[in-house]
């Protein structure tokens, strides 16, 4: 009986030690995925941010300039590109729409960035754009991949419309959680200008050619990632747009369109760290709950198996004495 | 000899398991009907135009 017992509990021992590297190593690269039908958007301010005014084509500082950012996954495009793609793809449409104090648009930009669900490497597939132009992105956008290394990645800047590195400047406390800290700096550089600013009666994709004024724009973007999920739990930007040469400027050499230090608002900062928190327990349970613990269960139960083994090969015990009764001896 | 058929069947059993969940995958959901956003939210999720 005890010897079934003890091949019974090797089975289960062998059973979930060998769950441990194949949840790790197997299947967590399988089944950790960005869903293809997430829907996000987040709010960004910058105060007493100067920009610029359309109608007198002068600068001015504003209390404040709201940015946000909504990004959706289009499931059925996602389906049609795995076709030919042969992977598991996302798709998100996402639009950075710009508002004024007045509550007036500033400008909006829309882009479809084409990713694969397990390693967020960029997919490049027929739709991808930026501002209605095809681009061919390298590297990752939004958000960093899923256990996010102290190292440096390729980073997309739309407004650019190029990649750049993004440094790992370190690791700090942001609400709790341990964040890697990223920077990258996108130094001046001319852009093209967006298609929808209020600009009533111009067509703002021929205005440089028709102007000789051109749009330049550089950036320093951080972001503060935990790197479980790769999640930005908070993003900022110091953001400078400028206006240079041509005949749009009054004889100015150039002009500010804006320049500003853009955050995230306190309450999408408190609303995305509760977001990644619940998430990076899935992630953490194929990762390290699920595999340490059952490794932990695994070696208990081999060590009770073996016990057992050794417990019904102890010799049983030995059997009573038997005393020999002597017959008397008559003589 | 039993110990090794007991370990085969465990090693067995963990493989079919890990592997059936790991093709069996997340669902996958639909396209939310939300819009792009085109106005300021109050609050995370507080969505107000219906576009």
Same mark, same amino acid.
């Given at each position: 009986?005890?010897?079934?017992?003890?091949?019974?509990?090797?089975?289960?021992?062998?059973?979930?030690?060998?769950?441990?590297?194949?949840?790790?190593?197997?299947?967590?690269?399988?089944?950790?995925?960005?869903?293809?039908?997430?829907?996000?958007?987040?709010?960004?301010?910058?105060?007493?941010?100067?920009?610029?005014?359309? /109608?007198?084509?002068?600068?001015?500082?504003?209390?404040?300039?709201?940015?946000?950012?909504?990004?959706?996954?289009? *499931?059925?495009?996602? !389906?049609? =590109?795995?076709?030919?793609?042969?992977?598991?793809?996302?798709?998100?449409?996402?639009?950075?729409?710009?508002?004024?104090?007045?509550?007036?648009?500033?400008?909006?930009?829309?882009?479809?960035? =084409?990713?694969?669900?397990?390693?967020?490497?960029?997919?490049?597939?027929?739709?991808?754009?930026?501002?209605?132009?095809? *681009?061919?992105?390298? /590297?990752?956008?939004?958000?960093?991949?899923?256990?996010? $290394?102290?190292?440096?990645?390729?980073?997309?800047?739309?407004?650019?419309?190029?990649?750049? @590195?993004?440094?790992?400047?370190?690791?700090? !406390?942001?609400?709790?959680?341990?964040?890697?800290?990223?920077?990258?700096?996108? @130094?001046?550089?001319?852009?093209?200008?967006?298609?929808?600013?209020?600009?009533?009666?111009?067509?703002?994709?021929?205005?440089?050619?028709?102007? /000789?004024?051109?749009?330049?724009?550089?950036?320093?973007?951080?972001?503060?990632?935990?790197?479980?999920?790769?999640? +930005?739990?908070?993003? $900022?930007?110091?953001?400078?747009?400028?206006?240079?040469?041509?005949?749009?400027?009054?004889?100015?050499? !150039?002009?500010?369109?804006?320049? /500003?230090? *853009?955050?995230?608002?306190?309450?999408? *900062?408190?609303?995305?760290?509760?977001?990644?928190?619940?998430?990076?327990?899935?992630?953490?349970?194929?990762?390290?709950?699920?595999?340490?613990?059952?490794?932990?269960?695994?070696?208990?139960?081999?060590?009770?198996?073996?016990?057992?083994?050794?417990?019904?090969?102890?010799?049983?015990?030995? +059997?009573?004495?038997?005393?020999?009764?002597?017959?008397?001896?008559?003589? | 000899?039993?110990?090794?058929? &007991? #370990?085969?069947?465990?090693? #067995?059993? &963990?493989? &079919?398991? %890990?592997?059936?969940?790991? #093709?069996?995958? &997340?669902?996958?959901?639909?396209?939310?009907?939300?819009?792009?956003?085109?106005? %300021?939210?109050? #609050?995370?999720?507080?969505?107000?135009?219906?576009?």
């Amino acid at each position: 009986m005890r010897r079934k017992a003890s091949l019974v509990l090797l089975a289960l021992a062998v059973f979930v030690g060998a769950l441990s590297p194949l949840l790790r190593w197997y299947a967590f690269p399988r089944l950790a995925k960005i869903p293809p039908s997430q829907y996000q958007e987040a709010v960004l301010e910058a105060k007493n941010a100067t920009l610029i005014d359309y /109608g007198t084509m002068q600068s001015k500082t504003v209390p404040k300039v709201t940015v946000v950012q909504t990004l959706k996954g289009n *499931v059925e495009a996602a !389906k049609e =590109i795995e076709k030919s793609a042969g992977r598991d793809v996302v798709v998100w449409d996402t639009l950075s729409f710009v508002q004024g104090p007045d509550g007036k648009m500033v400008s909006q930009i829309p882009e479809r960035y =084409i990713f694969d669900a397990h390693s967020q490497a960029p997919v490049h597939a027929t739709g991808e754009m930026v501002d209605g132009d095809p *681009v061919q992105r390298k /590297g990752i956008e939004f958000k960093f991949p899923f256990l996010t $290394e102290k190292r440096d990645y390729e980073y997309f800047d739309f407004q650019a419309r190029t990649s750049a @590195p993004i440094h790992y400047k370190g690791t700090q !406390k942001f609400h709790g959680l341990d964040v890697y800290y990223f920077e990258q700096t996108i @130094p001046w550089t001319k852009v093209a200008y967006p298609k929808k600013m209020p600009l009533p009666g111009i067509d703002s994709s021929t205005l440089e050619k028709t102007t /000789g004024t051109s749009l330049w724009y550089t950036t320093t973007r951080k972001f503060w990632i935990d790197p479980v999920t790769g999640a +930005p739990v908070n993003g $900022e930007e110091v953001n400078q747009e400028e206006m240079r040469g041509g005949t749009l400027l009054g004889g100015r050499d !150039k002009v500010t369109v804006f320049a /500003g230090d *853009v955050k995230m608002r306190d309450d999408y *900062v408190s609303y995305t760290v509760d977001l990644v928190k619940k998430n990076r327990v899935l992630v953490l349970l194929l990762t390290s709950y699920l595999p340490w613990g059952f490794l932990g269960l695994g070696l208990a139960l081999l060590a009770l198996s073996l016990w057992l083994e050794a417990r019904s090969r102890r010799p049983s015990d030995p +059997p009573p004495a038997v005393t020999e009764r002597l017959d008397p001896v008559i003589a | 000899m039993r110990a090794l058929i &007991a #370990a085969a069947i465990g090693l #067995a059993a &963990a493989l &079919a398991l %890990v592997l059936t969940i790991s #093709a069996i995958g &997340a669902p996958e959901g639909k396209t939310s009907p939300k819009p792009l956003l085109t106005t %300021v939210p109050s #609050a995370p999720g507080k969505i107000t135009q219906t576009k």
